[in-house]
């Protein structure tokens, strides 16, 4: 704001303290909050005034056009930076709007930013062959190893995993009955590896676990309780670390992630992975399809000759 004759600084920087001050008393933001709505507010005045504009004379145009001129030339990418100025700008105005100090509100049809859909972080298959051969053969292991496969093989989501029950099991059908949000029941098969490794917890370690008590849930802990959520977390960092594979690429529902995208890689049809998952809407499946889409440009990009 260096540029700006001293006079015409003194009554911006006044303008902003009466519209920060008046948050202030009637929002009680931090002191950091309003700084940063006067800054922004400062820094579109100066933008304003290099095409003969003020505060008090703006137009909507004039405000696109610094929101464009800060994305081309100051990096400002992310949607949640670019909607916290406009947030900042729709507040000034209609304050202003408010104290008279304008009759209109060039800011009443700028619209935030759509956030930028994350794509879930997924394994290799390479690392999740490493992941599900990691736990060992104590019944503690056994009972792991099939939680594992099982969320691989079925693109469970956590609380479906450790909420399994006995009667939720048909292992010569090879199918999961699972209620997921909503209340919805489906079916969801969860093929023979799985199955295997299903059975044989199921016949040994959790007899083992339980000692002669009884639990409703699938999984259960040394003590004959049922697994939660938290303990699968822990369960899955455990042997993540062991076997080399970054944390930072973790969460809970890493093999529900994998299970998606390699289904897809392979070719199976988005309907049907919506179905297995639980998705009541195709667009919460698509993203999957992103991820398979990056992760083929990663491989193209490495193996092929012309690829970089």
């Known amino acids: 704001m260096s540029n700006l004759p001293e006079s015409e600084l003194a009554s911006i920087n006044q303008l902003i303290d009466q519209?920060?001050?008046?948050?202030?008393?009637?929002?009680?933001?931090?002191e950091n909050t309003l700084a940063s709505y006067g800054s922004d507010v400062r820094q579109l005045a100066k933008f304003l005034q290099t095409r003969g504009r003020s505060l008090q004379t703006?137009?909507?145009?004039?405000?696109?056009?610094?929101?464009?001129?800060?994305f081309v030339n100051q990096s400002v990418k992310k949607s949640t930076s670019s909607n916290r100025k406009i947030g900042s700008?729709?507040?000034?105005?209609?304050?202003?709007?408010?104290?008279?100090?304008?009759?209109?509100d060039p800011t009443i049809h700028l619209i935030l930013a759509k956030p930028?859909?994350?794509?879930?972080k997924s394994l290799s298959e390479q690392q999740v062959e490493d992941l599900l051969n990691a736990p060992d053969e104590s019944d503690l292991g056994v009972r792991n190893r099939a939680m594992l496969e099982l969320m691989y093989a079925s693109g469970l989501r956590v609380t479906e995993l450790v909420g399994v029950r006995m009667l939720d099991v048909s292992l010569n059908d090879g199918v999961l009955r699972i209620t997921?949000?909503?209340n919805k029941t489906r079916l969801v098969?969860?093929?023979?590896?799985?199955?295997?490794?299903?059975?044989?917890?199921?016949?040994?370690?959790?007899?083992?676990?339980l000692h002669?008590?009884?639990?409703?849930?699938?999984?259960?802990?040394?003590?004959?309780?049922?697994?939660?959520?938290?303990?699968?977390?822990?369960v899955i960092k455990k042997y993540a670390l062991q076997v080399g594979i970054p944390l930072s690429i973790i969460s809970p529902h890493t093999l529900r992630h994998a299970f998606a995208t390699h289904f897809l890689n392979h070719g199976a049809d988005l309907r049907?992975?919506?179905?297995?998952?639980?998705?009541?809407?195709?667009?919460?499946?698509?993203?999957?399809?992103?991820?398979?889409?990056?992760?083929?440009?990663?491989?193209?990009a490495q193996h092929h000759p012309r690829g970089s």
């Open 19 to 30: 519209f920060t001050s008046q948050l202030w008393l009637a929002h009680g933001l931090s």
């Open 58 to 70: 703006a137009q909507s145009a004039d405000i696109e056009a610094y929101l464009a001129h800060i």
């Open 89 to 104: 700008f729709k507040r000034f105005f209609q304050w202003a709007l408010h104290s008279h100090l304008r009759h209109d």
């Open 116 to 120: 930028l859909a994350r794509l879930p």
């Open 180 to 182: 997921g949000k909503g």
């Open 189 to 209: 098969p969860f093929g023979e590896d799985a199955g295997e490794t299903l059975k044989n917890y199921l016949n040994n370690a959790r007899v083992a676990l």
């Open 212 to 234: 002669g008590r009884t639990c409703d849930e699938v999984f259960v802990t040394a003590r004959g309780s049922a697994m939660t959520r938290q303990m699968f977390w822990h």
């Open 272 to 300: 049907v992975v919506q179905m297995l998952l639980g998705h009541s809407g195709i667009s919460a499946t698509q993203i999957y399809t992103d991820v398979a889409k990056e992760r083929l440009k990663n491989i193209h």
